[in-house]
C-alpha cells in the first residue's frame, strides 16, 4: 500500500537534546511538509521541500532543521533551540501539477514530549 | 490577511443531526478550499474540496457551501453518525501556501 509512514509513533526526549523524527513515503510524490499541530492551534507549516535537494521555511521554522537528500525521505529534526517542542508532529506529501492544486497526503504523526 | 478562521471550536450533536462547521477568509488569492478529518492519532486526511467558481459541493453525506462574495465556506454533514466524532479541518490554499483553520471537534452522541 503507499502512503506516508512515520516513526517513531511516541518519541521522549530530555530537555537540551535533539531529536531526529523520520518520515518516509512512496507515493512518488515531488513535495513533502513537516507539520506542527498544537490542541487548539490548528496546524502549523513548519518546513516544506518540492525537490530534491531544496527546501523552505514555513511559518514556524526557528529551532527546527530538514534535510532532503531522496525523493522519499524528509527527516525533521528538532534542535535543543525549540523552546517549545512538545508537541504532535504531522508529515504530508503532495504531487505537483501545473495549474491544479493537489491534496495533501497525511502520515499518522509522531507524538514528542519533551521534559 | 493569510488567516482562516474557524467556528465552532466544539461541537456536539445527536445521531442523524446536520452539524455546521463554517470557515472565513480575507485572501481573495486564495483558490482552493479542503477540509480535512482527523482522528485521534491520526493523521488528518481530505474529506471534500472545492473552487471558488462553484457555490456547493456534495460527497455522500458531506456538502460544502461556498460563498464568494461573503468569503465564506461551511461544512455540513447529513444525517450524522457517531463514526464521524473526529476533528474537522478548514483550509484555504493560494499557490504553495496551504492554511489551515484551527478545527472543530464533533461530538456526534448515539
Known amino acids: 500500500d503507499g502512503g506516508i509512514t512515520q516513526s517513531p509513533k511516541y518519541l521522549f526526549r530530555k530537555e537540551g537534546q535533539n531529536v531526529t523524527l523520520s518520515c518516509e513515503q512512496n507515493?512518488?510524490?515531488?513535495?513533502m511538509y513537516w507539520y506542527r499541530q498544537d490542541p487548539g492551534q490548528g496546524l502549523r507549516l513548519i518546513y516544506y521541500s518540492q525537490i530534491v535537494n531544496d527546501f523552505q521555511k514555513g511559518d514556524i521554522a526557528e529551532g527546527y532543521s530538514v534535510s532532503r537528500e531522496k525523493k522519499e525521505s524528509f527527516p525533521l529534526t528538532v534542535t535543543s533551540a525549540q523552546k517549545n517542542p512538545t508537541a504532535f508532529y504531522l508529515c504530508a506529501s503532495s504531487t505537483i501539477r501545473q495549474g491544479l492544486n493537489s491534496p495533501l497526503h497525511f502520515g499518522n504523526g509522531t507524538r514528542l514530549t519533551v521534559t | 490577511q493569510q488567516q482562516v478562521k474557524q467556528s465552532p471550536q466544539s461541537l456536539i450533536v445527536q445521531k442523524g443531526g446536520i452539524p455546521i462547521i463554517n470557515c472565513a477568509y480575507e485572501n481573495t488569492a486564495f483558490d482552493y478550499f479542503p477540509w480535512y478529518q482527523q482522528f485521534p492519532g491520526k493523521g488528518p486526511a481530505l474529506l471534500i474540496a472545492i473552487r471558488p467558481d462553484v457555490s456547493e459541493k456534495k460527497e455522500g453525506r458531506f456538502t460544502i457551501s461556498f460563498n464568494k462574495s461573503a468569503k465564506q465556506f461551511s461544512l455540513h454533514i447529513m444525517d450524522s453518525q457517531p463514526g464521524d466524532s473526529a476533528t474537522y479541518f478548514c483550509a484555504a490554499q493560494a499557490g504553495t501556501a496551504l492554511i489551515f483553520g484551527k478545527g472543530t471537534t464533533l461530538s456526534v452522541s448515539s
Open positions: 507515493l512518488n510524490h515531488d513535495a
